[in-house]
């Protein structure tokens, strides 16, 4: 029996806690998937796993046999690479995740420039703000701007994310701009739900500040749109309104006391090979990065 196939089915199904994820991964129906890890069971002469409505657990022998399966796809894979290294080739599909904002603005500009470098390569990008289960939703390489707290993911700083208190001029036009942070207490304070502190601000230089507004968002598009629509004051990564503030119609709030600028790293699953494909984007876009002042440690 060829078992190269099954195992990797195998594994990604461990990772991923269900059938249909990895079959929606593969591009497969269920019953394939469930059929391969059924034939490997069989030829084992061993249950891997146990199936239930609600959950997959691994058996006994699962564990251990999922365990010495990841050793050899590792293997194997850094074999590939290896020969992948010579050929200075890097191939195949990269999915790709990135958060909505940073990903139209600075992710997609530039993968023009990677894909020319790299014609074997091909991308699959997802845009989001949450944080999703790399493994379960296959995602090879994430962007994600913050520290990183998941021990099961490797982080690479590619980056540096300088913050700014912003708001529309037509806000201002109504409401006279805070001098300090404390002030934004008297004013409409979007707030962005997915950051780690909630409603209080953190500023350099001051105390923290705990913000109220009427409009909240979760991701940062909806936050940017907000603020456009004079719906009130944000915290924000600089980058986002670049254009807005040379043009007027977006200001930069108490410069003297800007928030503690967030690192950006490259994160990808550290149970996984890194692939050659996977190290030529975080190369590519450290380098772009660096030239940047927006998104380095030359940021100003």
């Known amino acids: ?23 929606s991964q593969l591009n497969t129906t269920q019953p394939t998937v469930s059929r391969q890890i059924v034939t490997l069971e069989d030829h084992l002469g061993t249950r891997l796993l146990t199936r239930t409505t609600r959950a997959l657990t691994l058996t006994d022998d699962g564990r251990s046999f999922y365990e010495h399966a990841v050793r050899v796809l590792e293997t194997l894979a850094e074999a ?34 990677f894909l020319a470098r790299y014609p074997d390569v091909s991308i699959d990008l997802t845009m989001t703000d949450s944080f999703t289960d790399m493994v379960e939703q296959g995602i090879d390489l994430a962007i ?28 201002l036009d109504q409401c006279p701009a805070p001098a300090t942070p404390a002030d934004l207490q008297g004013h409409e304070c ?11 601000w953190f500023f350099q230089g001051a105390p923290s500040v705990e913000v109220t507004g009427r409009f909240r968002a979760d991701n940062s598009e909806a936050v940017r749109a907000g603020v456009l629509c004079g719906l009130g004051i944000a915290v924000i990564p600089a980058f986002a309104f670049a254009g807005e503030v040379a043009s007027g119609a977006v200001r930069v ?28 984007m975080i ?13 380095s440690d030359h940021a100003v």
Not at 11 to 23: D, I, K, L, M, Q
Not at 86 to 112: D, E, I, N, T, Y
Not at 190 to 200: M, Q, S
Not at 283 to 295: G, K
């Open 1 to 23: 029996m060829d078992l190269l196939s099954p195992m990797q089915t195998f594994v990604r199904v461990v990772e991923a806690g269900s059938f249909t994820a990895v079959a």
């Open 80 to 113: 590939e690479n290896a020969v992948g290294r010579r050929r200075g080739k890097p191939s195949g599909q990269l999915r790709l995740a990135a958060p909505v904002v940073f990903g139209r603005l600075h992710v997609m500009p530039r993968l023009a420039g």
């Open 144 to 171: 994600r701007i913050g520290e990183i707290t998941d021990p099961g993911l490797i982080a690479r700083k590619i980056g540096l994310v300088r913050r700014v208190t912003v708001a529309s001029a037509a806000y």
């Open 190 to 200: 979007i707030v962005y739900t997915r950051l780690a502190t909630g409603n209080r």
């Open 253 to 280: 709030l108490l410069r003297d006391y800007e928030p503690q600028p967030l690192p950006m790293n490259a994160v990808y699953p550290s149970r996984r090979f890194v692939s050659l494909k996977v190290r030529a």
């Open 283 to 295: 190369d590519y876009l450290t380098h772009e990065f660096a030239l940047d002042p927006r998104l």
